[in-house]
């Protein structure tokens, strides 16, 4: 069973980078599929930030270009997230997912949990 | 502003069906057939359960149903259960630049 977990400080000041890590079990990120990062404003809907696969291939949406690495860590069977100059905007749960893309299917089938970060002083 | 336009909130009684209308442009919803919804129950992570379309993934109930017209894409949910009040969410590939674009979301109520 494929299971992706999140993990990160909770708390990040502003202005300062926002760094998470998504562990995958059950599947090794080398075998293909993408991962990718999604975001959720409290009580609000979905965002989609970054997706990559472990070629390198790397998609970024296009707001959040400017202050957003993907990353992938073969080794550690991981993939991580880092948000530079972060603001008070950028307080949300931030979930971790796989993604098809053209070989299994444009569809992120499976998540974490989930983990939120609040951006405070 | 979410790049799909869903209604915020449906309701219907036990037993009866209900959709849910997604709607993009030509160059997501309209332009490929890769429409994903997702439920979502408050505190818990999204659950993929429609993908391209109208395919459904193993496990997800045979209640539930996807098509799609032109520009708007649908969730039908028949048979309703009290289990499947969540909040749902369309997501679409699109060629604009983001990859991937999600609709703001409906909250089902299941009265």
């Known amino acids: 069973q494929v299971q992706l977990q999140e993990s990160g400080p909770g708390l990040v000041k502003p202005s300062e980078t926002l760094s998470l890590a998504c562990a995958v079990s059950g599947y090794s990120i080398s075998s293909g599929y993408y991962w990718g990062w999604i975001r959720q404003h409290p009580g609000k809907g979905l965002e989609w930030i970054a997706t990559?696969?472990?070629?390198?291939?790397?998609y970024y949406n296009p707001s959040h270009k400017s202050r957003v690495t993907i990353s992938v860590d073969t080794s550690k069977n991981q993939f991580s997230l880092k948000l530079s100059s972060v603001t008070a905007a950028d307080t949300a749960v931030y979930y971790c997912?796989?993604?098809?893309?053209?070989?299994?299917?444009?569809?992120?089938?499976?998540w974490g949990q989930g983990t939120l970060v609040t951006v405070s002083s | 502003q979410s790049a799909l336009t869903q209604p915020a909130s449906v309701s219907g009684s036990p037993g009866q069906s209900i959709t849910i209308s997604c709607t993009g442009t030509s160059r997501d919803v309209g332009g490929y057939n890769y429409v994903s919804w997702y439920q979502q129950h408050p505190g818990k992570a999204p659950k993929l359960m429609i993908f391209d379309v109208s395919n459904r993934p193993s496990g997800v109930s045979n209640r539930f149903s996807g098509s799609k017209s032109g520009n708007t894409a649908s969730l039908t949910i028949s048979g309703l259960q009290a289990e499947d009040e969540a909040d749902y969410y369309c997501s679409s590939y699109t060629s604009s630049g983001t990859l991937v674009v999600f609709g703001g979301g409906t909250k089902l109520t299941v009265l």
């Open positions: 990559i696969h472990h070629s390198g291939d790397t």
């Open positions: 997912a796989r993604w098809g893309g053209t070989t299994y299917g444009r569809k992120f089938d499976y």
